[in-house]
């Protein structure tokens, strides 16, 4: 069956640390990969967005990563800051369903 | 434009009883999804429409749940007869394809059935 694995346990870092955050994927070969922040009792908010096709995709800060040999993304945040503690959640968009699964999350905390 | 808006922000309701919510997508959004998340879990799917129709349901979805979009502008999900499993956060999103911008989420709306 198809899944998505985020690793359930926090992660907790120092500020200034990269924090690198994992998205494994069985039995999907998405077209499109995303990555979205979550605080609590909010909406999810849309941070980037990668392609098959695409290795690496950054954005200040951030940094995600695609390896679709692996079925694997890693999502990067340097210079972490305690404003970056959230929980990080990948999602696919398997070829042509216009529609995006989510991993359960991984929460971050940048400790000062 | 603000956003997506969700309403009510939260609903307690009676088991057994109906509920309806409201989603009103980025006006120049052609597509609209609705989510369901629980506690430590991610958003599921459970519905989505392209201009004023309903694409895909989630077979995970009973019949107790119905979304309309009419008109292609806002969006209503319903669910009768209420069960405590169906307490949960709601999301709507929407997005203008699915390239380039990813999804603008609502803030939800928490539904508490007791």
């Known amino acids: 069956s198809q899944k998505i694995e985020q690793n359930s346990e926090a992660l907790n870092i120092q500020e200034g640390k990269t924090a690198t955050l994992t998205c494994n994927y069985t039995n999907y070969s998405p077209a499109y990969l995303q990555w979205y922040r979550q605080d609590p009792g909010r909406g999810p908010v849309f941070l980037l967005l990668i392609r098959e096709n695409e290795k690496e995709k950054r954005k200040e800060r951030l940094k995600v990563t695609f390896d679709t040999t692996l079925k694997q993304s890693l999502f990067h945040i340097t210079a972490s800051q305690p404003a970056d503690s959230a929980t990080y959640l990948c999602a696919l968009e398997a070829s042509g369903t216009y529609k995006y699964i989510f991993g359960t999350g991984t929460r971050l905390k940048v400790l000062a | 434009d603000t956003g997506v808006s969700q309403d009510p922000r939260h609903k307690i309701t009676k088991r057994g009883q109906n509920v309806t919510f409201r989603c009103d997508p980025i006006s120049e959004h052609n597509r609209l999804y609705w989510y369901r998340q629980t506690l430590g879990q991610g958003p599921e799917f459970l519905t989505y429409f392209q201009n004023e129709a309903q694409l895909e349901k989630s077979r995970l979805l009973s019949d107790r749940f119905s979304a309309e979009r009419p008109k292609g502008s806002f969006s209503t999900l319903e669910i009768q007869r209420t069960e405590q499993g169906d307490s949960a956060m709601y999301l709507c999103?929407?997005?203008?394809?699915?390239?380039?911008?990813?999804?603008?989420f609502g803030s939800g709306t928490r539904l508490t059935v007791v």
């Open positions: 999103a929407s997005s203008f394809g699915t390239d380039n911008y990813g999804y603008t």
